[in-house]
């Protein structure tokens, strides 16, 4: 004879958070208050299991739980009853020792496959172990041997929510059409759908929650503004009149409801719309930079709202003066219309009013970044890392400035801070390598590029800079070819590619091959001081000395102040 089954009420875990449904009980399944174990034999070893059994039990009543899986594990010695497995895997879970509670509530399922109490257990352990595929299978066997389990379905249903969304669905249906509509499923779906940017099946289980809670504004709300996502803009306007008849006052409700007029295209009606709102004295600033951001949405698909959508925040701005948002959006308006003056005066606002906002320093320093004005962008972005020392962005741009204006111990230095912030983060790395390389670090520099690409292999920008840098040294040139190669076949009309891998061939003596690149980089119109004494040099080791000549003294009038180059004409020869 055997230990009798344990009847419960409570599954082995309390709750996953975001996952679960909480005990059997929550939703609908019923059981006695308590767990009731009966010994079913008279037998020596049936009693002994039975003791060791009801002694583990009261050492997990009183929370002993390393006590009691000592005794239930002497009650195996005398009987493999599942519910002795079933009371050891709680234990464990209760522990945190997943896998060992996922083995024996394994066990427990073997001896008793058809005892549902003990495959929920199993479907719990393994949850609780995160081991959701292997949770899901056992819920599925669950809901095959008995499709009353409401909870089961539910847990079913969550657990794939995030991994397999629409099987997540396909159960949601089930359990719908199972047990009725109700409002943490159709909630769950309308979230589902919406991600999935199936706008008309959120909508469809937003309107049965409605018809579960008729009078719940902010879900009509919700309901409206999906609508509107899925083009159906009248449905969308319906239920906004519905809304806008219950709470005539609310300004919220009137813009969103201008707000779909918009999105329809229906721009004298909008305006009439938010005039009527803009207009009003007690319109708060909330609702006004809400009107804006309305037109701001809109315009990305009809450019035309720009110079609309410009004038409403230019008003907002003038009425609300220290409120950074509607400058935000004038410096976003002006980067979109490429008009640098209103994009420097409204985001150079927002960092005196919100110094806070990394966005505000980084788009009004890229202006200057733009314009090559390096000196700006610097006096720029050492404000803004004071303020936000710990911001890649500011750091790295920072940084870059830094270089162009050959400070490269204050470029080295802030780098570093942005690699430090972003480790993986490849034009970090390759812009630290190029300082480095500057400041004649060669084994930084090296080791720099050798990690860059590692995580990019076909980064064309590292490939070309660690060539050109291998090349200057004269140092593994065939490594140095092959990646230029690749840096050039990924942009063929680069002029500073063309240059790299043209002094690739001039360091490994192939003149002719070297020629025909660095007159191709000068080609492209972008040519600098270097690649024209480069052609020099080539011309010089072609015995054409006259051109040498020529060519160096163009890269002198294009910096007058190179010392080297000078000597080099005046001797004639390299």
Known sequence: MRIAHLIWILPVFASLPGCWTGSQSDRGASGPPSVVVAPTGEGEGERKAMQHFVDGSVHEMKGDLEKAVLEYQDALRYDQDPAIYFAISKCYSRLSKHSRAIEAAREAVNRAPDELIYRRNLADVYALAFEFDAAAQQFEELIKRDSSQVDAWYNLARLNQGRRPLRALEVYEQIIDRFGPEWDVLLQMADLYSKMGKHDRAAWALRQMVQLDPSNKELKKTLAQTYANASAFDSALAVYTELRELHPDDL??????????????????????????????????????????????????????????????????????????????????????????LTVRSFRRVTELASWNPDAWVYLSSVFLGQNNFGEVVRILESAV?????????????????????RNIEAARVLERARELNPKEVDAIAQLALVYDAMKRYDDSDALYEEALRLDPANHLVLNNYAYSLAERNLRLERALEMSRKAVEAQPENASYLDTIGWIYFRLGRFTEAETYVKQAISKGEANAVVYEHLG????????????????????????????LRDKIARGSL
């Open 537 to 564: 040099d080539i011309y010089f080791r072609l015995n054409q000395t006259d051109l040498a000549i020529e060519h160096w003294n163009m890269a002198l009038k294009l910096d007058e102040n190179n010392a080297a």
């Open 252 to 341: 919220e409700i009137q813009a969103e409801c201008a707000g779909v007029y918009l999105a329809r295209g229906d721009y004298p009606r909008a305006a009439r719309e938010f005039d009527a709102i803009l207009d009003g004295d007690s319109v708060s600033v909330e609702v006004k930079v809400r009107i804006g951001e309305l037109y701001f949405q809109q315009m990305g698909k009809d450019s035309t709202l720009a110079p609309v959508t410009r004038s409403i925040f230019e008003r907002v701005a003038k009425g609300h003066p220290d409120d950074w948002r509607p400058f935000w959006f004038l410096g976003a308006i002006g980067s979109i219309t490429r008009d640098d003056s």
């Open 386 to 406: 004071k303020v936000l020392p710990d911001d890649f962005r500011v750091n790295f741009f920072l940084g870059i400035s830094y270089s162009r204006l050959n």
